[in-house]
């Protein structure tokens, strides 16, 4: 069941060709922008010149980090100086900073619960703790004191958690790796595998009524993975939304609120899949690839299969196969997956999506109104723990979304009617050309404008986008669309020329489409002629006829509820984020025109490729 409303264009490049490439951190940011930062560098060379000029200071007594003197670097000067560091390790066996294996022991979400009562200065060494993290910042008070705080990977319970370690060179193991060995190749963004015990420290300048901070103290600390690059910094930060989308994997392990996004949405899918499952809906897997493009009015991609030397379409929804296992005596089926639709890119849209349909046999619209109001609801709750949230938007309003039961509901044309003040035709005439003309006319009353074809269909959505979708802040029900609008909706029982359909909206965007299926092959066959119609009318969207799926129907397909949620767009409401690349883990990008100038690592550290067998090397 797909989002049948036409999408919004693409959003200009205009922006990314306005950018510059800062080669220095790889970052594309505005001309003025890169000519402070030049004037910056130019500044800081100049001072680092004239210090190396002046005579040698007095050595101090005061012991130095092993990383000293690197914050001075710039990234690429750090990068070169990193990788060339770990491909000396890499020569010598017992500095392998790749191991194989390093056995984690313990759950670190428990870290606080289980140790949180311990007080100022008390330890228990007797119980030990395998943890790994990556390192995110280094303190050092001498040779030998150092602490680390790390931030350990994310699961189903939590994002990982924050832990110090605290590195004292009377705790390191007897007849292990020595102190300094262990620690003087460690830097920010390291992976770190951490023997120890759960303590608090014990700081001279503690405040009354403070403790100390609750850490793990190491007795052996070992390099399992070394970050080659420099992590952003105060002087080097990683904001721009451009990189943050292109660097994925950084955004990620540096903001702590994109991996949140992210496991939010994990438990939003795992909660949805648990929902159906409880209601005894089977989970089923249709094709990507189709020989015709149906199941929603989209435009969609083409590919091709050599074999066969045919064109093939990626599909633009799944609910014409779902429907036939219906037809093949499966009573309650969903598919949660991938659709791919060659439309718009923009704040809402991507060319493929996540969404969930599920088709329900002896159901119709209004069950599927009743177990759409119960899953959001529910999911809202079990997430945020109120059925209310607040989002904003990119143009900086903030709305305060009431999700519990029951939604508002509202008819389209008598909408439509009372906020154009036009009396519409009746319901059975809205396909007709005399109706064309008078949409046309109402369009061109209420400055409404809608793009070519003039279909209908078309336009009547674009009055709906404008009139009723704007009112929907809370989630709203929008029932009872003209039946051309919806060439897979089953008529409605008592008003002629309508279909009993409906789409869900929240925060004046949708969320759900579901309908009574049509389950009468004839009507369906005039359905698809006149989307056909509307395809020679030149709707790229509109769907053609689909012979397999007629002939299913003749078999008989049970009265049915079918219904279809966008994942995506789902996510972005109970994450607060008005931007769709920020739900994704990795959002559609448009090309990187600009070449890659920076060397890779084994270029910077000399290193030759091993020679496959059977390739040989020029």
């Known amino acids: 069941m797909a989002d049948s409303s036409a999408t919004t264009p693409a959003a200009p490049a205009e922006q990314l060709a306005n950018l510059h490439l800062d080669e220095v951190t790889g970052e594309r940011i505005s001309k003025s922008e890169l000519k402070k930062r030049q004037k910056q560098r130019q500044k800081e060379a100049e001072k680092a010149a004239k210090a190396a000029s002046a005579p040698p200071k007095a050595a101090s007594s005061k012991p130095k980090n092993a990383a000293g003197g690197e914050e001075d670097l710039n990234p690429n000067q750090y990068y070169e100086i990193r990788t060339r560091q770990v491909n000396e390790l890499l020569k010598n066996p017992e500095t392998n900073p790749y191991p194989h294996k390093f056995q984690v022991n313990y759950d670190d979400s428990n870290f606080v619960e289980e140790f949180g009562s311990l007080k100022t200065g008390e330890t228990l060494p007797e119980k030990e703790l395998r943890i790994a993290g990556r390192i995110y910042n280094i303190r050092t008070a001498g040779s030998k004191l150092i602490f680390y705080d790390i931030r350990t990977s994310a699961d189903t319970k939590s994002i990982g958690t ?144 050599n074999d066969l030397d045919m064109d093939m379409f990626m599909r633009v929804a799944p609910e014409l196969f779902l429907k036939k296992m219906i037809v093949g005596q499966f009573g309650k089926v969903f598919e949660m997956g991938k659709n791919f639709r060659n439309e718009g890119i923009d704040l809402t849209h991507n060319p493929e999506f996540t969404s969930i349909e599920f088709y329900w046999a002896y159901a119709d619209v209004y069950d599927l109104m009743s177990i759409t109001e119960e899953l959001v609801s529910s999911l809202v709750k079990e997430l945020t723990g109120s059925y209310k949230t607040k989002f904003t938007n990119q143009h900086g309003e903030t709305y305060e979304v009431n999700w519990e039961a029951p939604w508002r509901r509202v008819e389209m044309i008598p909408a439509l009617e009372e906020a154009t003040g036009e009396k519409f035709p009746p319901y059975d005439q809205l396909h007709t050309d005399e109706t064309n003309a008078f949409l046309q006319k109402i369009c061109k009353k209420m400055n409404v404008e809608c793009p070519p074809p003039l279909t209908n269909a078309r336009m009547i959505d674009k009055l709906t986008g404008e009139f009723i979708e704007e009112t929907c802040i809370n989630p709203t029900f929008i029932l009872e669309h003209p039946q051309m609008m919806s060439p897979l909706a089953k008529y409605h029982r008592s008003k002629n020329g309508l279909c009993e359909r409906f789409e869900a909206f929240v925060c004046k965007k949708e969320i759900a489409n579901a309908y009574t299926e049509l389950n009468n092959p004839f009507d369906q066959r005039l359905r698809f002629e006149e989307q056909a119609r509307q395809k020679d009318q030149g709707d790229d969207e509109a769907q053609l006829v689909d012979e397999s799926f007629l002939n299913a129907l003749e078999y008989g397909l049970p009265p049915t509820g079918g219904w279809g949620l966008g994942i995506d767009r789902l996510a972005m409401f109970l994450t607060d984020n008005y931007s769709i690349r920020e739900v994704l883990a990795f959002p559609f990008l448009r090309e990187e025109k600009t070449a890659h100038k920076e060397k890779f690592a084994a270029e910077l550290a000399g290193v030759q490729p091993l020679p496959e067998e059977g390739i040989p090397h020029k």
């Open 162 to 305: 924050r832990m110090q370690v605290v590195c004292q060179a009377q705790l390191a193991k007897e007849g292990g790796v020595p102190f300094e060995k262990q620690h003087a190749h460690l830097r920010r963004g390291d992976i770190i595998g951490i023997v120890g015990f759960p303590g608090r420290t014990n700081p001279k300048n503690l405040k009354e009524g403070e403790q100390g901070e609750l850490s793990v103290f190491a007795t052996e600390v070992q390099l399992l993975s070394p970050c080659l690059h420099m992590l952003p910094s105060v002087r080097y930060p990683f904001a721009d939304a451009e990189q943050r989308a292109r660097m994925r994997y950084l955004d990620m392990l540096w903001n702590d609120r994109s991996r949140e996004t992210l496991w939010q949405r994990s438990r939003m899918v795992r909660y949805i899949r648990d929902f159906f499952h409880e209601r005894r809906f089977i989970e089923v897997e249709t094709p990507m690839m189709h020989a015709i493009a149906g199941g929603a009015t989209a435009l969609p991609f083409v590919t091709h299969h």
